[in-house]
């Protein structure tokens, strides 16, 4: 995490953040915070967030002006400093909250609000008279939009943007630069599409005959539903026949490949570098961490969790946490770990067993 200070230059005072963060204060409500900071980087006049207990007490030694702690790592540390003797916790200013990560967010908005954007549509964008655009809009320079592309109101398309023949684009979206939606792709409101990204590519389809790959045509498409954010180049690919879909809440990292005809389910969270092979479904809430692959044609049940650099070659039950290659349950797999670890020891154990054994057989031979 990087500091970040208010676009506005205006500090602000403790109490005004502890409304925001809607969190209970500790210490001084007139203390001026200028800004946020990493745990160890964080100076007087600056405020950050504790994640855990072991993080709590880093940054109460810190330099922090102020600290987000969860409520219940403040009564731990209640109990400890009164088993010390001492009749505070700490002399830093506090703000006690649930969920420190969410109130750190909104702490963090405060100080660096979206840059303002121009309303209107720049000279150098071309823009098809075929295309509708909603109210106040924002089209940034050398912007594409083709034919039949309906733009709805208050969407912010920042320079480079390619919307091709069809492409609709929910209201309050935001698309950043050289992002490209290929014809008919649709996107629902408030969806943050991020630099580089493609949807709506052809989907990776061949038949091989006597050993050429001839072209299957993609002449489906790809729905975005509301509330999506999907990362800078990361690839969706258009369906066969029909719609790749992303649900409702998900948020997708940066260089995440969906394939065709996949169907995310909502608020599932993709992290970089992962992979859905053609026609993967996924539930909802399921989480695939940085670099998971799942195998074309699988279902991936609600809820399910896919550890980093794990590979899904079988359809996954509600609920299941799995890890490996190819991926295990979690718990058996770290068992499989942690008995390759002592594989060098094991035969070398089995070889004096071996050793052991022959010379046992030559003893009982010779009698």
């Not at 993967?280 to 609600?302: F, K, M, S, T, Y």
């Not at 390759?340 to 030559?362: D, G, I, T, V």
Request: neutral net charge; hydrophobic residues 45%.
């Amino acid at each position: 995490m990087q500091r970040a200070e208010g676009r506005s230059g205006e500090p602000r005072k403790l109490t005004e953040l502890a409304t925001l963060a809607e969190g209970e204060l500790v210490g001084d409500p007139y203390l001026t915070i200028r800004g946020v900071a990493p745990l160890a980087e964080a100076g007087p006049a600056e405020i950050t967030f504790a994640a855990d207990l072991r993080r709590a007490r880093e940054a109460l030694a810190g330099g922090a002006g102020a600290v987000i702690l969860a409520r219940s790592d403040y009564a731990a540390l209640q109990k400890e400093a009164e088993a010390a003797g001492r009749p505070r916790v700490t002399e830093k200013s506090l703000l006690l909250v649930d969920n420190p990560r969410l109130a750190f967010a909104r702490v963090l908005a405060a100080f660096a609000p979206p840059p303002p954007v121009a309303v209107g549509v720049h000279p150098t964008a071309v823009i098809s008279p075929r295309a509708r655009l909603g109210k106040e809009v924002a089209i940034g320079a050398h912007v594409v939009i083709e034919a039949e592309a309906e733009v709805g109101d208050g969407v912010v398309i920042y320079p480079g943007v390619y919307l091709g023949p069809g492409v609709r684009v929910g209201a309050g979206s935001v698309i950043h630069a050289n992002a490209v939606l290929c014809e008919g792709v649709r996107v629902g409101r408030n969806v943050i599409i991020h630099a580089g990204a493609v949807l709506g590519a052809d989907g990776f389809g061949f038949v091989t005959v006597e050993g050429k790959h001839r072209k299957v045509p993609q002449i489906g498409t790809v729905v975005v539903e509301d509330d999506v954010e999907i990362g800078a180049n990361t690839t969706i690919d258009r369906a066969t026949c029909g719609a790749t879909r992303i649900g409702r809440g998900t948020k997708i990292d940066n260089l995440v490949q969906i394939g065709h005809n996949v169907q995310v389910g909502e608020d599932c969270l993709l992290v970089a570098q992962c992979g859905l092979a053609g026609s993967a479904r996924l539930g909802d809430r399921v989480i695939l961490a940085g670099q998971a692959g799942v195998a074309d044609h699988l279902e991936i049940g609600d809820d399910c969790v896919v550890a980093a650099a794990s590979v899904v070659a079988s359809s996954l039950p509600p609920g299941s946490h799995v890890f490996g290659i190819p991926a295990r349950p979690h718990a058996e797999e770290m068992r499989i770990k942690a008995a390759s670890a002592r594989l060098p020891e094991l035969w070398k154990e089995l070889r004096q067993l071996r050793k052991r054994l022959e010379e046992l057989e030559k003893a009982s031979r010779g009698t």
